[in-house]
């Protein structure tokens, strides 16, 4: 009988599903649910960075899309051994004493400070620099040293403190808070207490600066220094953290019953887009594979003997087995990669928004149908033109800032800047200095990495971004000085997660086998071309000097 798992990935933007066979990776079905509250931007505020999930858009995509592709596939429900959960991070929402997510419970369903915080919510960036400033000063272990040694406002507690602050009704009716994948995992999982419910060691590991070194999360006299309230909240989370090859329970009843499974099916631990993505993409040694949306996650795997004692600075964590049980996982990325270049497509199509889409002019069906064109040929039409431009040519230097710095030396309060504009800039010379940015910042993220004695030697990009713009990509290769090889795989990070689902259930033995036998193949590759290599280095330093320049300036008006 064929055994088939199922991988649910979460994004920023949507959720998908996919049932994948197990005897050798092929996909069978997928499904994408778009969430409606998120796409309406309710809950949020983009210009105090204010990003909030309602928990529903999690909910009705996970229904939607597990039952889509049971029946778009047609297989037998007791043929489904597993499912894993990924989602962005950290990404933590509050929880009542009964396990219910708080923006569930009456009177807390319309307020955002109850809502799932987004990985890009950076309200939090006041508390990150007081988290930075105790572990230096107060006397006792420095628990950022395995989180690249800055604490950031993406991450866990700093977001958590920021709601604390904001708003002591929520955190009055909170009993503990999760992590979005540990949070759709419980929802699916039979196993209810609490308190004996397996966390993800990715997300602890990463972002709550859980370290077994030290016996788990920071201990509560160092919590207590930042809030009394995050002292009393240490005993209502976890101890112990657990990988995602692990079973974290069965399906329950009442969702068994939701999605057309049966209860015998696997739930696997917990993870991270990122690091799933990874595995689907059959992450080895001394390889970087760098998921490419509207941010970048760089994953890496190493031997515990090859890092040994060392902490590598300014990067997002290294965790024993947070990618490849068994193996050290470091993480580094960007907060604005793919988002980059939407804020330049949204700046250019204002005038289009508010005057063109409005004009009497044109009728409805007209409106619809000019929207739907520059919607399909916009980006297209910018990136052949800026390719077009040659590096000999005056194009301006910019940086890729737009949300903050993620790595190298984590940094949310800095802001984007471009240099060198003239009465002969145009947008294709925008949107290449924008491609260049986010490229430089690439570089930045591998130099470090070099510098601080971690090797690499292949490259492979994932994402939408990796599969549709041939453009970015080699302007990539050129500035890295290195090959890129692309997965072939749509759905890299849904795909890891049907992988280590597979392991859970014991099909295959460990996460690297099932990752030979299930993972995506590459379907292309981009070269350096040596004639580009020399005038971006160049460029390089320019990107350099800029983004000196505007940190200095940053760290002055603090």
């Not at 995509?61 to 592709?69: D, F, M, N, W």
């Not at 989180?147 to 503990?176: C, M, P, Q």
């Amino acid at each position: 009988m064929k055994e088939y798992v199922i991988g649910l990935d979460y994004g920023s933007d949507s959720v998908r599903a996919v049932l994948i066979d197990t005897q050798n990776g092929a996909e069978l079905a997928s499904e994408v649910f778009w969430y409606p509250r998120w796409k309406a931007q309710k809950y949020c505020r983009p210009e105090i960075n204010q990003f909030r999930q309602h928990p529903l858009d999690h909910i009705e995509g996970l229904e939607h899309t597990i039952r889509a592709v049971m029946k778009q596939s047609g297989v037998s429900p007791e043929t489904v051994k597993g499912i894993c959960i990924d989602t962005t991070g950290s990404s933590p929402m509050p929880i009542a004493e009964d396990g219910t997510a708080l923006a569930m419970v009456p009177s807390f369903e319309e307020n955002p400070n109850a809502m799932m915080v987004l990985w890009k919510d950076h309200t939090a960036v006041k508390e990150a620099n007081e988290i930075n400033d105790l572990a230096r000063s107060w006397g006792g272990e420095d628990f950022t040293k395995y989180e690249g040694g800055i604490y950031s406002s993406e991450w866990f507690w700093a977001k958590i403190l920021h709601v604390a602050r904001a708003d002591k009704e929520v955190v009055n009716a909170t009993h503990t808070w999760m992590e979005h994948c540990d949070y759709v995992t419980y929802l699916l999982a039979d196993e209810k207490d609490l308190k004996k419910f397996k966390r993800s060691r990715c997300a602890a590991g990463h972002k709550a600066m859980w370290h077994e070194s030290w016996g788990g999360l920071p201990d509560a006299e160092f919590l207590a220094k930042l809030d009394p309230y995050l002292a009393s909240l240490r005993g209502n989370l976890y101890d112990e953290t657990y990988t995602s090859d692990e079973v974290a329970g069965h399906l329950n009843e009442e969702w068994a019953g939701k999605l057309g499974l049966t209860t015998n099916t696997v739930i696997a631990v917990g993870t991270f887009d990122a690091h799933a993505g990874a595995v689907g993409a059959k992450v080895d040694h001394h390889a970087l594979v760098r998921v490419m949306g509207t941010s970048t996650c760089d994953i890496m795997v190493s031997s515990a003997e090859a890092v040994g004692s060392k902490t590598v600075k300014g990067i997002c964590g290294q965790v024993d087995g947070s990618v490849i049980p068994g193996m050290i996982g470091l993480e580094a990325g960007q907060s604005a990669f793919g988002d980059v270049l939407a804020w330049f497509k949204n700046l250019l199509e204002w005038p289009m928004d508010h005057l063109i889409m409005e004009s009497t002019v044109l009728s409805d069906q007209q409106r619809q149908e000019l929207q739907a064109e520059v919607e399909s040929k916009f980006i297209r039409t910018l990136a052949e033109q800026a390719e077009k431009i040659p590096l000999t040519e005056s194009v301006p230097i910019a940086l890729d800032w737009v949300n903050g710095r993620r790595t190298p030396d984590a940094n949310q309060e800095l802001k984007s800047a471009i240099a060198g504009i003239s009465l002969g800039t145009n947008a294709p010379h925008i949107f290449k200095a924008l491609v260049n940015a986010i490229c430089f910042g690439s570089k930045m993220i591998v130099d470090r990495f070099e510098e601080e004695g971690v090797k690499i030697e292949t490259v492979v990009g994932i994402g939408g971004v990796a599969r549709k713009s041939p453009f970015i990509m080699q302007t990539l290769a050129n500035v890295l000085n290195m090959p890129i090889k692309v997965a072939e795989s749509d759905q890299a990070p849904a795909l890891g997660a049907a992988i280590y689902a597979a392991v859970a259930s014991g099909i295959h033995k460990n996460v690297i086998e099932a990752s030979k036998i299930m993972g995506s193949d590459f379907e292309a590759e981009y070269v350096p071309e040596p004639s580009q290599v020399e005038a971006y280095a160049k460029l390089m330093e320019e990107y350099k000097a800029l983004g000196s320049f505007v940190e200095e300036r940053t760290n002055k008006n603090k």
